[in-house]
Nanobody
Framework: QVQLVESGGGLVQAGGSLRLSCAASGRTFRSHTMGWFRQAPGKEREFVAAINWSASYTIYADSVKGRFTISRDNAKNTVYLQMNSLKPEDTAVYYC???????????????WGQGTRVTVTS
């Protein structure tokens, strides 16, 4: 069992930066792929980024490539999402998830956090 708690969301102007954190409980954290997803108002949840257990492999949605960076610290049971050059279209609730495969398919993620809201103003 893995429990996930996101933090770091907030209000930021376009062009600004935020760093999201996701703290995990449970001894199996370091064996899981970790992902970030987001859901904007009135839209479906979408994949943002994922990182494998050893941090040797990462994948990103095209919409965030070059602006967002996912990382993890297995000693701290924490995964991060550094978001730079934020745009109004990045406004969403951001969720972290723990899964079995480093993929954009949410079906492979078994554990989800409650989400943290990010609002980017123009």
């Amino acid at each position: 069992q893995v429990q996930l708690v996101e933090s770091g969301g907030g209000l930021v102007q376009a062009g600004g930066s935020l760093r999201l954190s996701c703290a995990a409980s449970g001894r199996t954290f370091r064996s899981h792929t970790m992902g970030w997803f987001r859901q904007a108002p009135g839209k479906e949840r979408e994949f943002v980024a994922a990182i494998n257990w050893s941090a040797s492999y990462t994948i990103y949605a095209d919409s965030v490539k070059g602006r967002f960076t996912i990382s993890r610290d297995n000693a701290k049971n924490t995964v991060y999402l550094q978001m730079n050059s934020l745009k109004p279209e990045d406004t969403a609730v951001y969720y972290c998830a723990a899964g079995t495969r480093t993929t954009y398919h949410d079906i492979y993620y078994d554990y989800w956090g409650q989400g943290t809201r990010v609002t980017v103003t123009s």
